[in-house]
């Protein structure tokens, strides 16, 4: 069994196997019996994945995917001004370069990373944005070089999380902050497991399960300790925004438009009324920042 890859123990129990049809082989997505972290315990390595997302073919850039993105992006478009001084961002897993065409607009120096050749071909001809191609650990950027890293939905696809929050860290100057969009495991564990108990009644109600599951599942504790482990401070967990877009072929379109506004009033009211205690939204934003010289 793969190990933690926060805190390295071997110990950890089956929440549920992989549907069959899914990328992922048929393994188990696990949760840590020490420190928590949900992940998928087939071990895959970046050599294994990025020729996946070399290769990936989106065919569903139509104008509500559009809309539906471009209404995320422009919540942590707001989040940057805060830290922009050098005037330099990297957007990792940068897909077609939407974020990145919004922070170009705002005068940022633009770097990204993007394994699929659809999307870099993309921002390039659409926005005149050349996105590379490495892994972020291979790229190299100079110390403290970046005010701003984002990770929009990635760091729960990759192999090796822990290192690209190090590498992230290391190439950030002091003060420089981290954005992190991931989904919540806190909401997507449990609506899944509601969705395999009633599929045992019906199978077509697996298609309307919208949970999402790579290769982790972080929440508000786990993304924190990672952090910290990794050089940040000022780790702040709050509701992401959410994306009502589904893709063409789901047969959940409409219904994913009305019912993602409810989950999202419903998750957020709960987060207000504890006080930011219960986070259960499906989706998390997550801001650390890179400690100040002498300071912690
Ligand atoms: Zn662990």
């Known amino acids: 069994m793969t190990s933690c890859n926060l805190c390295g123990s071997h110990h ?24 928590g972290l949900v992940y998928d315990n087939l071990h895959v390595s970046n ?14 850039l139509s104008q509500d995917w559009i809309d539906g993105r ?23 897993g940068a897909g077609h370069g939407f974020f990145l065409a919004m922070c170009q607009e705002m005068g940022w120096e633009c770097h ?15 926005f005149h944005i050349e996105l590379g191609s490495h892994v972020l650990e291979d790229v190299k950027y100079k110390d403290g070089y970046f005010d701003v890293v984002t990770f929009f939905n ?18 950030l100057r002091p003060g420089g902050a981290v954005i992190i969009r991931c989904a919540n495991a806190r909401f ?3 609506v899944k497991k509601t969705f395999l108990a009633l ?17 982790y599942a972080f929440d508000k504790r786990t993304i924190a300790r990672m952090l910290t482990e990794a050089n940040f401070n000022n780790v702040t967990v709050f509701p992401g925004t959410l994306s009502w877009t589904a893709s063409h072929d789901s047969p959940i379109g409409s219904l994913k438009k009305l ?25 998390l934003t997550v801001v650390a920042t890179i400690p100040m010289p002498g300071k912690n």
Not at 47 to 60: A, G, S
Request: aromatic share 8%.
């Open 12 to 35: 950890a129990h089956l929440l549920f196997a992989n549907d069959a049809d899914t990328m992922s082989p048929p393994e188990g997505i696990v949760q840590c019996a020490n420190c």
């Open 199 to 215: 599929s045992t009644i019906s199978q077509k109600i697996r298609n309307f399960d919208q949970t999402v599951f790579h290769l």
């Open 70 to 92: 471009q209404a995320v992006f422009q919540c942590y478009r707001n989040l940057l001004t805060t830290f922009q001084k050098q005037n330099r961002i990297l957007d990792v």
């Open 47 to 60: 050599p294994t994945i990025i020729p996946q997302y070399e290769n990936r073919k989106y065919d569903h």
């Open 188 to 190: 997507h564990v449990p």
């Open 259 to 283: 019912l993602t506004p409810l989950i999202g009033v419903l998750t957020g009211s709960v987060y207000r009324l504890t006080l930011g205690n219960i986070l259960l939204t499906p989706s």
């Open 154 to 171: 990635v760091l729960d696809q990759l192999p090796d999380p822990t290192s690209a929050l190090r590498e992230a860290s290391r190439i």
């Open 112 to 126: 990204g990373i993007e394994p699929s050749n659809e999307c870099r071909r993309f921002a390039a001809d659409r």
